[in-house]
């Protein structure tokens, strides 16, 4: 890897992961639409970003569980479903043109959540607001954790908006549960594959050290306010635009 597409990659996961921890995810939809846009291998993408979800997710929910929005009763019907599943999509690797393929669709669904999160009417606002149903959770649960272990991503773009739309929690509250799923799915996840570690980049402690940075300003700014409608917009573009360029290379 030369300096320059570390440097690149250095600043663009510093900026997903201040943006995506204000949320309370840990960003690995927006680290796979980078390294797809910067033509990683697929074998290395899906390590990375379940690597630098766990680290960030570790701060997220310390910042969030600190603001008193960690909500034990909302998350373990969604963990009781997705860990074995996590497991399992762990445990499978994908051939280069399916892994690109699931994963170029995974980015576009994301792009789409998070226009829906920014122009999105009619969304909970009550805080307190915890009503979270056992057992369909358990079956959303289990679809996120499949998706989390095959893609690389810890589940939280697809678990957020679901509490959302389904009226079960509020923003911050919403949040408070994400960070955790994501921590446990990741681990889990990675733990699965542990072989395929081995195609870590030597370079991932520069990108930890980033997308930490991002994680300690995003997590801040996240328990006390939403990022901006225009931020979300932005990020949304460039993970449509990863999700096209690995459509059209699968």
């Not at 997710?57 to 960690?70: N, P, W």
């Not at 792009?111 to 805080?127: M, Q, S, T, Y």
């Not at 079960?168 to 996840?189: E, R």
């Amino acid at each position: 890897m030369s300096v320059e597409l570390l440097a690149s990659l250095c600043v663009a996961f510093f900026l997903v992961a201040t943006l995506y921890t204000t949320v309370g995810h840990a960003g690995a939809s927006g680290y796979l639409a980078v390294m797809g846009l910067a033509g990683l291998a697929a074998a290395t993408m899906r390590p990375t970003a379940l690597t630098l979800n766990i680290l960030v997710a570790l701060v997220t929910v310390i910042r969030f569980r600190q603001a008193r929005l960690f909500s034990w009763r909302g998350l373990w019907p969604f963990l009781l479903g997705s860990v074995p599943f996590a497991a399992l999509g762990g445990s499978l690797r994908l051939k280069d043109h399916s892994y690109y393929a699931l994963v170029g669709a995974v980015l576009l669904m994301s792009a789409l959540i998070l226009v829906w999160r920014a122009f999105g009417k009619n969304l909970p606002n009550d805080e307190t607001l915890m009503r979270v149903k056992t057992i369909p959770a358990i079956f959303i649960g289990a679809i996120i954790g499949m998706l989390s272990g095959l893609t690389g991503t810890g589940g939280g773009i697809f678990l957020s908006p679901t509490l959302l739309f389904l009226a079960w929690a509020g923003p911050k509250t919403t949040a408070g549960i994400a960070a955790p799923f994501i921590l446990v799915n990741s681990t889990v996840a990675l733990a699965a594959n542990f072989a395929s570690t081995r195609e870590l980049p030597s370079e991932l402690p520069y990108l930890a050290v980033a997308a930490l940075c991002g994680a300690l300003i995003g997590s801040w700014l996240g328990a006390s306010k939403l990022p901006s409608k225009a931020l979300l917009i932005l990020l949304a573009c460039a993970m449509s635009l990863a999700g096209m360029k690995l459509l059209l290379t699968a």
